[in-house]
């Protein structure tokens, strides 16, 4: 496996996402959706005082980047996630190219590698639109007062930037691990819709179990810790333990589903 090739393949993996309207869409409403969400906040009395810094959302604009992040944690990421990695790989078998794909001076490895590139790529674009996005139209609507830590104490300005940053950074893990599954699932199955829709209901599912009286381990163990491990970060003092054991937890996935849908695919006869 040569480097070269892997970008070569990752260069056209990205230049038919760049192409596709799926990808396009996606990012657009990364971008636009907390600048919408923070102007619905001003024209409205009402608050979503059910989430966490929700309380705050009209004082400080830190608090409406965290609320961008919890609900996105919830129901976004996992989308975004399973996007481009649960169908970067079924699309071959849709289309049927993967004949043409293999006859390329491309070894399975090189081509793996590339796609998964690719997949991993816009997960953490994707991410990073919406972290940038949200923090963005926070200072810029609501303003850039010092925000009410979970504690109760109050981060001024810096710092409350410092840890919205880290509580955004914290997720990527846990997106990566995502990713991950959903290419997992994507050459598992060799279904598109299964590879983008699979991975968002196993999400979901283990986001409604946390939610019960279950086992503490078994909440550990989910890939969704993740997602929610930066609560730590907004406390007085910090906590990094979840945030640790959410990312050791994510890496875990990342490697075992990568390493089934490499073999998979390895073993696949494609004639």
């Known amino acids: 496996m040569t480097l070269e090739r892997v970008t070569a393949v990752a260069a056209v ?10 990808t396009r869409t996606a990012l657009l409403a990364c971008a636009a959706g907390p600048f919408l969400f923070a102007v619905a906040l001003r024209v409205q009395t009402s608050l979503p005082e059910d989430t966490l810094f929700g ?15 919890g609900f996105a944690a919830l129901w976004v990421l996992p989308v975004l996630a399973s996007i481009v990695g ?40 994707s991410t990073l639109v919406l972290a940038v996005s949200s923090a963005a139209a926070g200072l810029m609507v609501i303003g850039s007062a010092p925000l009410v830590s979970l504690s109760g104490t109050l981060l001024a300005a810096p710092d409350a930037l410092m840890r919205v940053t880290f509580a955004w950074l914290s997720v990527l893990p846990a997106m990566l691990g995502m990713t991950a599954v959903a290419v997992l699932v994507s050459v598992a199955t060799r279904n598109s819709a ?4 699979l991975p968002v209901v196993i999400a979901l ?9 279950g086992p503490e ?26 945030l640790a054991y959410g990312t050791a937890v994510s890496g875990v996935y990342a490697i075992v589903s990568l390493a089934i849908a490499y073999r998979l695919l390895r073993r696949r006869d494609i004639a």
């Open 13 to 22: 993996e990205c230049s038919k996402l760049s192409a596709q309207i799926k």
């Open 55 to 69: 309380r705050s959302v009209k004082d400080s604009g830190f608090a409406l980047s965290l609320v961008v992040l």
């Open 86 to 125: 649960g169908d970067v790989f079924s699309a071959e078998d849709r289309y049927g190219t993967w004949k043409t794909v293999l006859t390329r001076s491309c070894r399975r490895s090189e081509v793996f590698a590339g796609k998964l590139a690719a997949a991993l790529g816009f997960s953490l674009l």
């Open 194 to 197: 299964a590879g983008v829709g």
């Open 205 to 213: 599912t283990m986001q409604l179990y946390a939610l019960v009286d």
């Open 217 to 242: 381990l078994v909440r550990r163990l989910l890939i969704t810790s993740g997602f929610t491990a930066w609560h730590g970060l907004l406390t007085e003092p910090a906590f990094h333990g979840p």
